[in-house]
């Protein structure tokens, strides 16, 4: 099974599997990473399972949406390499992705 | 307007009359605008029957018109996050189900906008909720809301609404615009005003005296703007809205509407949640125990009181073209509501939804902060008020008996809870 590594906000790492098919915030739910809250439930609607992607797996996950563009514009402290996480299905392709959260979902 | 009845959740033969009266009448005489259903507390059977028979229902009401009502969860998931279709523009008629027929008279405030002008304006403010300001804030709630309960009296009756939820919400608002904390009762009186419906609540006489009562407020919240705008930006709204410039050139109307708005989404929202919960857990004295038996359940305790409360209990939107929603056509122009608090009884989204159940699995999965562009800009805040009063509450109190029924708000916009009568023993 393919797995993703989360680091919380303080550095605490995560390593969980994910199911090809399903979104990487789905992944975290599951697995009870603490940090993503995903309010809505992965219909792109809250902007609560923001994440990090790390830049060397950043052009493997596709680009935003205009929602997912929107939505991240309400959320704090984005960056260039800001997702939310209910928007990256998880793929062979993604095996091994890193993604760190941010202090806090909003 | 009516007879006062006595609304009580306990009144059995009330309730069973309603659910009667819900399921056996013509569904197209089913009209879930009746303030007087909100306040009776019997609203949820008409929403149950709809839910069941007719999800995406039309209504002619003689006073608030022609509308939708959108009863299930993901009908209304749908609504809130197609913004381009389902307009919340003040200029449509807003966000409430009335709308003032002359559009001056409208508030012009960012959550009744469209992009790009909403997302401009809430970029403006939001910081102030976001997470790092939060935690900076979290030690002066934790001891205001300690110093609010300790000076609770014992042994006696008294009014939960007035001596906790009010105070909290409103120095909690004094804070947040840093307005003079002498005057906030003020903010209390104009968030009031600011969600009546004259017609509907005579709290004051006609629209033009609501108007008028919001304009002192302009009044009083120009002066905080003189005084900001030529120092230093600091933390406060005002200061932040008189800094920004998305908003350093709002009209005067526009500034109004905004207040208005964070002062009504900072205060009526939280207060109820605030007595409901109280409420809710003295109607389920299992969770209760629970509770006591498990302090850290108040983490997934305080987003199922927000649920169960609902204290906004819909949005409204206006179609800016044809549609369709749960095989009804959606013509352009019409009114289409959000039921929040029927979407968050949708068994088909949540499990056993007419429970009060403090450790569920999902429990931020409600529609009480609404969806989309529009949600909740201060959702964090909110559970962080109510998970600190419950901390405080469970370090004190081993029981807070709810000693008769609440008075309820005759209100389909604010699900509100004015009076409950409550004892602390010892």
Redesign the interface.
């Known amino acids: 099974m393919p797995r993703v590594i989360f680091f919380e906000h303080d550095g605490t790492r995560h390593e969980v599997d994910a199911t090809n098919g399903v979104s990487l915030m789905r992944a975290a739910v599951d697995h009870s990473v603490p940090g993503i809250d995903a309010d809505c439930g992965g219909a792109c609607a809250c902007a609560t399972c923001h994440v990090y992607v790390d830049p060397d797996w950043l052009p493997k996950t596709g680009g935003r949406t205009e929602m997912e563009e929107s939505m991240l514009s309400f959320a704090a402290a984005t960056q260039d390499n800001s997702r939310l996480s209910c928007q990256i299905v998880m793929s062979d392709a993604l095996d091994g992705i890193v993604l760190r959260l941010p202090e806090g979902q909003h | 307007m009516n007879a006062p009845i006595a609304p009580t959740p306990h009144d059995a033969e009330l309730q069973a009359l309603a659910r009667q009266d819900a399921f056996s009448m013509p569904i197209d005489e089913i009209d879930v605008s009746k303030p007087r259903l909100f306040q009776e507390d019997t609203i949820g059977h008409y929403f149950a029957r709809l839910r069941r028979d007719d999800p995406v229902h039309f209504t002619e009401n003689q006073f608030y018109g022609r509308f939708w009502s959108v009863t299930k969860y993901h009908d209304i998931?749908h609504v809130?996050?197609n913004h381009g279709i389902y307009s919340s523009d003040w200029t449509q008629g807003g966000i409430a189900l009335f709308n003032a027929p002359n559009p001056e008279q409208r508030l012009q405030m960012f959550i009744a906008m469209d992009?790009p002008k909403h997302?401009e304006q809430?970029?403006a403010v939001?910081?102030i909720?976001?997470?790092?300001n939060?935690?900076s804030m979290e030690s002066t709630i934790r001891a205001r809301t300690a110093k609010v309960l300790d000076e609770l009296p014992r042994n006696e009756e008294f009014n939960w609404v007035q001596r906790v939820s009010i105070e909290l919400t409103t120095q909690m608002l004094a804070t947040l615009f840093d307005f003079p904390f002498e005057d906030r009762k003020l903010l209390t009186w104009w968030s009031d005003v600011a969600t009546s419906v004259p017609e509907v609540d005579h709290l004051v006489e006609s629209q033009e005296a609501r108007l008028a009562e919001l304009g002192k407020m302009l009044v009083y919240f120009t002066r905080l703007w003189n005084e900001r705008v030529n120092a230093p930006p600091k933390g406060d709204l005002v200061s932040m809205l008189a800094h920004n410039p998305a908003t350093r050139h709002m009209s005067p109307m526009e500034y109004m509407g905004n207040l208005t708005l964070l002062i009504v989404g900072g205060n009526d929202t939280t207060r109820n949640s605030m007595t409901g919960g109280l409420l809710a857990l003295s109607q389920n004295p299992a969770e209760w125990d629970k509770l006591r038996a498990n302090p850290a359940l108040v983490d997934s305790m305080v987003p199922e009181i927000i649920r169960w409360q609902t204290p906004l209990p819909m949005m409204r939107r206006t179609a800016l073209q044809d549609a369709e929603l749960g095989g009804k056509k959606i013509l352009k122009g019409d009114k289409v509501v959000m039921w929040y608090l029927s979407g968050n009884r949708d068994e088909e989204a949540i499990d056993r939804p007419e429970a009060f159940i403090i450790d569920r699995a999902?429990p931020?999965?409600h529609l009480s902060?609404g969806?989309?562009?529009h949600?909740c800009?201060g959702?964090?805040l909110a559970e962080m008020q109510l998970k600190i009063l419950w901390e405080e509450i469970l370090k004190r109190f081993a029981v807070i008996e709810v000693t008769g029924p609440p008075t309820r708000l005759l209100s389909n916009f604010v699900r509100g809870i004015s009076h409950l009568p409550v004892r602390i023993p010892g």
Not at chain 2, 129 to 132: D, E, G, H, L, Q
Request: net charge positive.
């Open positions: 998931m809130d996050t992009p997302d809430r970029k939001s910081p909720v976001a997470p790092a939060l935690a999902r931020r999965q902060f969806f989309g562009i949600r800009v959702n964090r």
